[in-house]
């Protein structure tokens, strides 16, 4: 006696098929013995099944497909399915919430190395389904009109993972959507959205090997720059509220690079974070922080201020701010850079008014283009070097509100390493070794000093490399006329910037 539940599948499968055309072969097949598979070797019609454990295979020369949004070519609802796909998975309704593959069950797999497409969302995960897996190989393409893969309910699709070796591609929305709680996604190929191409929620884990670009964006690796050739305005590339990125990879942008309240931002030494975004817009950043910690189902007014941000750039970055604080950001911040931060607005790294608990470490090979601004809340510190060949600061540092801050060196950094100095007003000028070269830096209300186990005031850190034998600074002819006025210059000179 045949099994109920496969019944009920031959049943679905067969009325899918019913409007097929005289002649055309029925190709979804079920297998024998468990679980249940299904096997799909030429063209067919929408499936339906809540059979536990169902394992549907798609050959290459399967065509499984729908023009209706309210029968995707997969309607899969039990626990535990999964779908390899060779061949081609499609539905060309262009209506709102058109699916090719539709899963409300408890651990869907897909395994992709074909082609999933659809008039809308391509790969959509409803009512909480939690432990959902996708892995898009070399040859796998998975595009949409909005959504190429996407997870629904913040508090129940839990665990979420997606892999990428191919090609997902939203037109008009994003690549890769992940609500739930604990979703990582891995990038080895390339992400294009016409949104936000990554979004995700709490608990999010991103790894970019590959890239990560806004429709119309793209990076020539061999001149290192970047082109727009029609990108939407103001999208993001990845979006999440907590958690972890690591980038090895490209990531292209019309706002910021990445878009994160809290957790851990890891550009790697190959990694490129550009938001192509106006340089006249001051909230757009490589990477930009959020005030506030997204959480879902909670009321806008209710979320709580986001929580401790690091920062770790051995890469690239660029944008109007290469890193850049929301207005309202509170949130204490531990930033390092050995990489390149441009900021082609002038300002490299532009923190928040009442920002504060925050230490920048420049070290390495370190290149700052453009201006450092440090909040005006609490304690704020630089930690300068030791500094290799190629280093190389272009701007100024100081702090909102002439709040100033404090300086420290890092470990290893010895009296020799200072190469000339000089102290005057509210500006302390630094040469320091970079390896066999220099790097100078100009950094205005420094408000303590810490050396070698010693802490000294401003002056006081002047008076000990002095008495050290490190070389003053000569200023140009008829420089000391005009010390008086230094300090409101300098202090109009970062408001400017800071504008």
């Not at 370190?366 to 280093?391: C, H, K, R, W, Y």
């Amino acid at each position: 006696m045949a099994h109920p539940s496969r019944n009920l599948l031959s049943l679905l499968c067969a009325t899918a098929l019913a409007g097929f055309a005289p002649g055309v072969a029925v190709a979804c097949t079920e297998g024998a013995g468990t679980p249940p598979t299904l096997l799909c070797d030429g063209p067919s019609g929408p499936v339906a099944s809540t059979l536990d454990g169902l394992a549907v295979t798609v050959t290459p020369e399967g065509v499984v497909s729908s023009d209706n949004r309210d029968t995707p070519p997969f309607a899969l609802g039990g626990t535990g399915q999964s779908v390899a796909n060779e061949g081609t998975i499609r539905n060309t309704d262009t209506r709102n919430n058109t699916n090719a593959i539709q899963g409300t069950g408890d651990g869907l797999q897909v395994d992709n190395s074909g082609l999933i497409e659809s008039g809308d969302r391509a790969v959509h995960v409803l009512g909480g389904a939690a432990d959902f897996s996708l892995i898009n190989r070399e040859d796998g393409v998975i595009r949409s009109r909005r959504q190429a893969v996407r997870t629904e309910v913040e508090t129940a699709s839990r665990n979420g993972f997606v892999e990428n070796f191919g090609l997902i591609e939203s037109s008009n929305g994003r690549a890769v959507q992940m609500r739930g709680t604990g979703s990582t996604v891995i990038n080895h190929g390339t992400l294009i959205g016409g949104e936000e191409v990554i979004e995700g929620r709490l608990d999010f884990t991103v790894e970019n090997h590959g890239l990560i670009a806004i429709r119309g964006l793209s990076w020539d690796p061999v001149t290192r720059t970047w082109t727009d050739s029609g990108a939407p305005t103001d999208e993001d590339g990845v979006q999440f509220s907590s958690g972890r990125i690591d980038n090895w990879g490209v990531i292209l942008s019309t706002d910021d690079g990445i878009d994160i309240d809290e957790g851990i931002v890891h550009n790697h030494a190959t990694g490129v974070i550009i938001s192509a975004a106006p340089d006249s817009v001051r909230d757009s950043g490589g990477i930009d922080i959020d005030p506030v910690l997204q959480i879902p189902g909670v009321p806008d007014a209710e979320h709580p201020p986001a929580g401790a941000l690091t920062i770790i750039n051995e890469g690239y970055i660029e944008g109007p701010r290469a890193i850049v604080a929301d207005l309202d950001s509170i949130a204490p911040l531990d930033i390092t850079n050995a990489g390149t931060l441009v900021g082609r607005s002038g300002v490299a790294i532009d923190l928040a008014p009442g920002q504060g608990d925050t230490t920048i470490t420049l070290r390495d090979g370190s290149v700052i283009d453009g201006d450092i601004l440090f909040g005006a809340g609490g304690l704020n510190t630089l930690v300068l070097g030791p500094f290799a060949d190629g280093a190389r600061m272009s701007g100024t540092v100081g702090a909102r509100e002439d709040a100033g801050f404090d300086l420290a060196f890092g470990t290893g950094f010895a009296l020799e390493d200072f190469r000339a100095y000089l102290l005057r007003g509210d500006r302390f000028d630094l040469h320091l070794a970079a390896g066999t070269g220099t790097i100078g830096f100009a950094l205005f209300g420094v408000n303590a000093v810490a050396f070698d186990g010693q802490s000294f005031t401003a002056q006081g850190f002047a008076d000990f490399l002095g008495a050290g034998g490190v070389s003053v600074i000569p200023l140009p002819a008829a420089g000391w006329l005009l010390l008086g006025g230094l300090g409101a210059l300098a202090a109009l000179h970062r408001r400017r910037r800071a504008a």
